[in-house]
């Protein structure tokens, strides 16, 4: 969800301003694709890297979380939307980690959609995690296939990403489910995230619906 401090320029106000327009943004498309039936929605929201921001930001950022899940939680029970959180939570402020371990566990029954937020995420991190988890449990190494390693990421039980989707205008992934994403569609668009709207939502699911998935095979003549 890229470009919400470049938004904010635009329209001449401070960069927290984007990030507020950027959360109607999300609550817009997560009602989307709940409306249309899609099971598994993952927003990355802070990265390990975003530690780097000025301090003042990346407390906003945590306080503009906070309120945001206290206001969405009634939203998301009776839409039926599970919470997952996707990152290293004991890092995260004690007052963030209180409001999120509250939300995972009134939805923790939902099940008509599966809400991950990436909060402290690093791709690269996640595999190191998972690797050493494995030697912790003392696997033979004889035994690790994909099935094994997948059960020690973040997002075990879980499909992986059919679509990903990134805004703004920046073509790279950025350390987002570098493992997960192996055969994911990367659709890259120009709209800022506080400008992508439901319409945005529908024209990347279009394009990917025309897409030819192989997953390494050769078509049928």
């Not at 329209?11 to 099971?39: M, N, Q, W, Y």
């Not at 992934?173 to 997960?180: A, G, P, V, W």
Request: charged share 30%; glycine share 6%; aromatic share 10%.
């Amino acid at each position: 969800m890229d470009g919400n401090g470049r938004w904010a320029a635009s329209h001449g106000l401070p960069r927290v301003e984007g990030h507020k327009e950027g959360t109607r943004s999300a609550r817009a498309v997560v009602e989307e694709c709940r409306r249309i039936g899609i099971k598994y929605l993952t927003l990355y929201v802070f990265s390990r890297e975003n530690w780097a921001r000025p301090k003042d930001e990346v407390d906003f950022l945590f306080n503009l979380l906070g309120e945001f899940l206290n206001g969405e939680l009634p939203n998301l029970v009776r839409q039926d939307i599970r919470l997952h959180i996707l990152g290293e939570m004991d890092e995260l402020p004690l007052s963030t980690r209180k409001i999120l371990q509250m939300a995972c566990y009134k939805t923790r029954d939902n099940k008509s959609m599966h809400l991950n937020l990436a909060l402290n995420y690093s791709g690269r991190f996640e595999i190191v995690r998972a690797c050493r988890q494995i030697l912790k449990q003392g696997i033979d190494p004889q035994d690790i296939d994909p099935e094994i390693f997948s059960h020690y990421l973040y997002t075990a039980g879980q499909p992986d990403p059919d679509l990903i989707i990134r805004t703004s205008g920046e073509y790279r992934i950025s350390n987002y489910l570098l493992y997960q994403s192996a055969y994911s569609e990367l659709y890259f668009t120009d709209v800022l995230w506080p400008d992508f709207a439901p319409d945005d939502l529908h024209r990347a699911l279009e394009d990917f619906s025309r897409r030819n998935r192989r997953f390494g095979r050769i078509e049928p003549i």
